[in-house]
């Protein structure tokens, strides 16, 4: 199957198995089914293959959209009847434009949260299908070579030994990578998370939507450490490649997630699709060595082959307490402080920090404190309207320039701070 074809529109592969399980039903006896969805067709291939076996009197249409360009395509509903992609964000902007109908199926033996994560939505408008886990891309080789320690948790990467051997995606670029901004704030305080991606950022390079990928740079020998999720890694490790994933102490994930859509025209299909995506063979299939996602339905782990990561007992052990539900107002404007605060003049923070880090405990004291401040208050981070405006910011002038107006504000204190740091350094 080329993905060419996905990608230009639509594909019908359902319509092919239902033929194959039931040659003498017609045509005009089969109900369409249309799911639009992200999902690479390594993914979407398995389960229609196996919806057309389980449900041969739907005839399945996928239609491929990325998040972006799915969020206006479901506001006008576009003739879709599910949904189903790893976006959490579209999600909720969806539910308060009334787009989504009430899954209504049996959810028993999904407890719809891991840890303090909710991965569901609390009022039953979507589920979570599959979720990845954040965590460190490790190269141990590099790691040996350049006598690095492998890192447990998020304060190791701020060690000044890991000065250009990191990278990491650019918040304000990369989908997943505001709730991993957030993720040390919320377990280690404000200041503390703020001071521990500080020197985490000095110590990284970044990469963004176009160009290499955090598994290519860590691969390639160019770096030891890549921040990312394990689904972009678990592919190629668990098909021989010498990288390692790192679960860290204090971790967090992302849901993949399905919704059906409120102008569903075929609703009893809409809740066999997602019936199916939770059931045990549905999940039992993301353990395959080309998908690698992690399960939302527990008693799966315990049929999984091998050292299977199973976020369900790291939580129990305190693993996942990061609280999505708080945090989901404020990654937008996370995102675009991380980027104001230490991307702009990241090449310059970059040869500070090396010197900040040759300098004598006394004499660096005030510079480090200047050097690994918040680049936003946490009072800015809580207003209500600042994250509204940073959140929907393409709906209107108004909130645009709220947003221009903080980001601005927060460039300047930044280079006011790297001033003041500069001078106390070659003092």
Same mark, same amino acid.
């Given at each position: ?17 239902? !033929? ?183 110590? !990284? ?93 527990? !008693? ?128």
């Amino acid at each position: 199957m080329e993905s060419k074809s996905r990608r230009e529109f639509i594909i019908s592969l359902g319509a092919v198995a239902a !033929s194959a399980a039931m040659p003498a039903l017609a045509a005009s006896e089969e109900r369409e089914l249309v799911v639009l969805t992200a999902y690479p067709d390594e993914v979407v291939a398995r389960y229609e293959s196996l919806f057309g076996k389980a449900y041969p009197q739907y005839r399945l249409k996928i239609i491929w959209r990325m998040p972006f360009d799915a969020v206006p395509y479901l506001e006008k509903q576009g003739g879709v009847d599910v949904y189903w992609s790893a976006s959490p964000p579209a999600y909720y902007r969806l539910k308060a434009k009334g787009a989504w109908r009430r899954i209504g199926i049996d959810r028993s033996g999904l407890p719809g949260r891991i840890g303090n994560t909710l991965i569901d939505d609390p009022d039953g408008y979507f589920v979570a299908t599959e979720v990845a886990a954040y965590g460190f891309l490790v190269n141990p080789a590099y790691l040996e070579k350049h006598e690095l320690p492998v890192p447990k948790d998020w304060g190791d990467l701020a060690d000044p030994r890991y000065f250009g051997h990191v990278v990491m995606p650019t918040p304000s670029l990369v989908g997943f990578a505001p709730v991993m901004v957030d993720i040390p704030l919320q377990y280690f305080g404000w200041e503390r998370g703020w001071a521990m991606w500080s020197a985490i950022a000095a110590n !990284s390079g970044f990469v963004g939507t176009k160009g290499a990928f955090i598994t290519d740079e860590v691969d390639s020998n160019k770096y030891g450490v890549g921040l990312t999720i394990d689904f972009f890694a678990a592919s190629k490790i668990a098909n021989g490649s010498s990288m390692k994933f790192i679960y860290p102490e204090h971790g967090g994930v992302n849901p993949g997630q399905v919704a059906i859509a409120s102008g569903c025209r075929n609703p009893e299909g809409a809740k066999a699709f997602v019936s199916l995506l939770l059931s045990e063979k549905g999940q039992t299939i993301l353990a395959d060595p080309d998908i690698r996602k992690l399960p939302v339905r527990p !008693s799966v782990y315990s049929g999984l082959a091998g050292n299977y990561y199973n976020p369900f007992a790291a939580a129990e052990k305190g693993g996942y307490a990061y609280d999505n539900d708080m945090g989901r107002p404020r990654l937008a404007l996370l995102a675009a402080a991380f980027e104001q605060g230490f991307i702009r003049s990241r090449d310059e923070r970059a040869m500070l920090w090396r010197e900040l880090n040759q300098l004598g405990t006394g004499a660096k004291d005030e510079a480090f404190r200047l050097f690994t401040a918040p680049p936003v208050s946490d009072e800015e981070a809580a207003d209500p309207a600042l994250q509204h405006a940073f959140s929907a910011r393409g709906e209107n002038a108004q909130l645009e320039a709220l947003a221009a107006q903080a980001e601005r504000k927060w460039a300047d204190q930044a280079l006011v701070r790297l001033e003041k740091v500069r001078r106390l350094v070659k003092a």
